[in-house]
């Protein structure tokens, strides 16, 4: 069965350090893989994707993330954390075998960006 | 440029009244269209999906119902809500043929029993 897991619930940085959200998947077949942002009372946005190609994927707000085939991983990256980064985090998952209308959605991590 | 409209943004209805939500896409044709629930601020719940006019399917079997009576329009129903019925309630959209294509969410309404 498909899986996604972000095995911290929180995951606080000071302000100008680097981040790390991680995220681990299970599926059987190729996995398309999503970040996704939600701001207090509001619905989750899309920041980036993994399809196929290149390992590290760039998105919106300077986030990108690395798919790691071997360690079935895509962890959310950033360099330098903005307070206003401070969010809840969420992975996704679809799998071709799955047909196309499903997505499975991590538990969400929160970040906490101090000042 | 695409964009979702949910309504209303907050709910408060008592226990065993009913519950029509709305939501509408602009600016694509034949969406994907899915309900879905956030208790918590946490996880997300799938609760309906619509790849069609008439054409629903449910993943959780309880008290609510879902209905898309235009291409670009989504309702979420209840006849007589639970307590347990309160949460985060989410619309969301996809590119029909696209599986690598991410969904696109409305702003959500936070709908609480009394």
């Known amino acids: 069965a498909q899986s996604v897991a972000q095995p911290e619930d929180q995951v606080n940085v000071a302000e100008g350090n680097p981040l790390t959200v991680k995220c681990t998947y299970s599926v059987s077949g190729n996995p398309y893989l999503f970040w996704y942002v939600q701001y207090p009372n509001r619905g989750l946005q899309f920041l980036l994707k993994y399809i196929t190609g290149d390992n590290l994927v760039k998105g919106s707000y300077g986030f990108e993330a690395e798919f790691n085939k071997s360690q079935t991983s895509f962890h959310l990256k950033k360099p330098s954390a903005l307070v206003s980064d401070s969010a809840l985090y969420f992975c996704?998952?679809?799998?071709?075998?799955?047909?196309?209308?499903?997505?499975?959605f991590g538990a969400g991590t929160r970040l906490f960006v101090k000042a | 440029s695409q964009t979702i409209h949910q309504w209303p943004a907050t709910l408060v209805q008592p226990v065993g009244s009913p519950l029509s939500l709305e939501c509408t896409v602009e600016?694509?044709?034949?969406?994907?269209l899915y309900w879905y629930r956030q208790a918590a601020g946490r996880g997300l719940q799938l609760l309906f999906y619509s790849v069609g006019i008439g054409q629903i399917s449910s993943e959780v079997p309880q008290n609510l119902s879902a209905s898309r009576p235009q291409d670009r329009q989504f309702i979420l129903s209840s006849k007589k809500l639970l307590l347990s019925d309160s949460g985060f309630y989410l619309c969301?959209?996809?590119?029909?043929?696209?599986?690598?294509?991410?969904?696109?969410f409305g702003d959500g309404t936070r709908l609480s029993i009394l």
């Open positions: 600016g694509t044709s034949n969406p994907n």
């Open positions: 996704a998952v679809r799998a071709l075998n799955t047909g196309g209308f499903k997505t499975i």
């Open positions: 969301a959209w996809s590119v029909l043929s696209g599986s690598n294509q991410p969904q696109h």
